[in-house]
């Protein structure tokens, strides 16, 4: 799917995050180091660094075959064990993939950096399981905005409708987050702490953090979101299954298809 076909909104980003992207970003600090022996050593570690990503893939499935041959061996494998033949190791992945022999394959974790992506494909599918970890941008501490909706590519009549919609579900939430809620919110808060009513323009920003909490539920579905997103490799394997249902919203799909890539 081309994303620009379907959706007006900027394509969601999908970034993989691992070891050896965290450690280049900081030898790319290093770099600006006065130090010419450390600028040296990190000239040469960013040389082998394709070898060693290529080392720790083959390692993951490496340990994958290992837990899957200890299953069945008296002794633990262990994953260098698991690499030394190549042949065999490919036929074990194949022969306990097909048997649905899954656990295996639960060992590996991936951590994907999403942005950009709307809250009912979160809710829909992304949290709609158990086998997650996210760590997920809160509307409570965040001020949500039209520019973080994502908006579909309608035409005529339907395009109308959508941006309405919008119009007034942020109407609602600017409106009950500040002038409506804020008398109450600030009664019941002094009600709670009395002893702080004497310095109340030190606790209005605390104040206005619960107005938002509540004026959340006004903002569409559509409200985008960013999180950190973990899940194992059978789970992506499954989001990659779900991904292909005839039924699935096009920006689950897309960026599904991203995450696989």
Same mark, same amino acid.
């Given at each position: 799917?081309?994303?620009?076909?379907?959706?007006?909104?900027?394509?969601?980003?999908?970034?993989?995050?691992?070891?050896?992207?965290?450690?280049?970003?900081?030898?790319?600090?290093?770099?600006?180091?006065?130090?010419?022996?450390?600028?040296?050593?990190?000239?040469?570690?960013?040389?082998?660094?394709?070898?060693?990503?290529?080392?720790?893939?083959?390692?993951?499935?490496?340990?994958?075959?290992?837990?899957?041959?200890?299953?069945?061996?008296?002794?633990?494998?262990?994953?260098?064990?698991?690499?030394?033949?190549?042949?065999?190791?490919?036929?074990?992945?194949?022969?306990?993939?097909?048997?649905?022999?899954?656990?295996?394959?639960?060992?590996?974790?991936?951590?994907?950096?999403?942005?950009?992506?709307?809250?009912?494909?979160?809710?829909?599918?992304?949290?709609? %399981?158990?086998?997650? *970890?996210?760590?997920? $941008?809160? =509307?409570?501490?965040?001020?949500?905005?039209? /520019?973080? &909706?994502?908006?579909?590519?309608?035409?005529?009549?339907?395009?109308?409708?959508?941006?309405?919609?919008?119009?007034?579900?942020?109407?609602?939430?600017?409106?009950?987050?500040?002038?409506?809620?804020?008398?109450?919110?600030?009664?019941?808060?002094?009600?709670?702490?009395?002893?702080?009513?004497?310095?109340?323009?030190?606790?209005?920003?605390?104040?206005?953090?619960?107005?938002?909490?509540?004026?959340?539920?006004?903002?569409?579905?559509?409200?985008?979101?960013?999180?950190?997103?973990?899940?194992?490799?059978?789970?992506?394997?499954?989001? %990659?299954?779900?991904? *292909?249902?005839?039924? $699935?919203? =096009?920006?689950?799909?897309?960026?599904?298809? /991203?995450? &696989?890539?």
């Amino acid at each position: 799917m081309v994303w620009n076909d379907s959706f007006l909104s900027e394509e969601p980003t999908v970034r993989l995050i691992d070891q050896f992207e965290i450690i280049r970003e900081k030898l790319g600090a290093l770099t600006e180091s006065d130090d010419p022996d450390i600028a040296s050593k990190v000239r040469m570690a960013q040389e082998i660094f394709p070898f060693l990503e290529d080392l720790a893939t083959d390692g993951e499935f490496d340990l994958a075959v290992g837990a899957g041959r200890s299953c069945y061996s008296s002794k633990l494998v262990t994953p260098q064990a698991a690499g030394v033949n190549p042949d065999l190791a490919e036929k074990i992945a194949e022969s306990t993939w097909s048997a649905r022999h899954h656990t295996l394959y639960m060992h590996t974790n991936f951590t994907f950096l999403l942005d950009g992506i709307s809250r009912q494909s979160i809710w829909s599918t992304f949290h709609s %399981h158990p086998f997650y *970890n996210s760590e997920q $941008v809160s =509307q409570r501490y965040k001020k949500m905005g039209k /520019k973080n &909706v994502t908006r579909p590519n309608l035409e005529g009549e339907a395009a109308e409708v959508f941006a309405k919609a919008i119009d007034l579900q942020f109407e609602l939430y600017n409106t009950f987050r500040g002038d409506l809620l804020f008398p109450k919110a600030s009664e019941a808060f002094f009600g709670r702490f009395p002893g702080r009513r004497g310095k109340a323009d030190e606790w209005k920003s605390a104040i206005l953090k619960k107005t938002q909490e509540i004026a959340r539920y006004f903002l569409p579905i559509a409200t985008q979101a960013h999180m950190y997103h973990s899940v194992n490799a059978i789970t992506l394997a499954r989001y %990659h299954r779900l991904a *292909n249902q005839p039924d $699935v919203p =096009q920006e689950v799909s897309h960026i599904v298809g /991203k995450m &696989v890539d």
